[in-house]
Nanobody, 114 residues
């Protein structure tokens, strides 16, 4: 079965950093583009970042450009989101998604607060 397991979230102060990880299984990971989406309290889902299957092309929502970096390790079936200079508005549950697959993990909570 398809599994997406997010981890790495936590409570950090504004300006801090976190590295989120997503462990994928149950599909040919290296054939799929991957993305991170998030849902802030009281808000809808927001696409944050994407990376193509080979890892050579990345994209970001404007609000995180220059602060977040998506990457993947196809040998480990892992995708990452390095988040620097975190802001309170980054507070959300972050989910990893595989393009074209309708599966969701439990997400990982990121809370940015002083």
């Amino acid at each position: 079965e398809v599994q997406l397991v997010e981890s790495g979230g936590g409570l950090v102060q504004p300006g801090g950093s976190l590295r989120l990880s997503c462990a994928a299984s149950g599909f040919t990971f290296s054939s799929y583009a991957m993305s991170w989406v998030r849902q802030a309290p009281g808000k809808g889902l927001e696409w944050v970042s994407g990376i193509n299957s080979g890892g050579g092309s990345t994209s970001y929502v404007d609000s995180v450009k220059g602060r977040f970096t998506i990457s993947r390790d196809n040998a480990k079936n892992m995708v990452y989101l390095q988040m620097n200079s975190l802001k309170p508005e980054d507070t959300a549950v972050y989910y990893c998604r595989a393009g074209g697959l309708n599966y969701w993990g439990q997400g990982t909570q990121v809370t940015v607060s002083s």
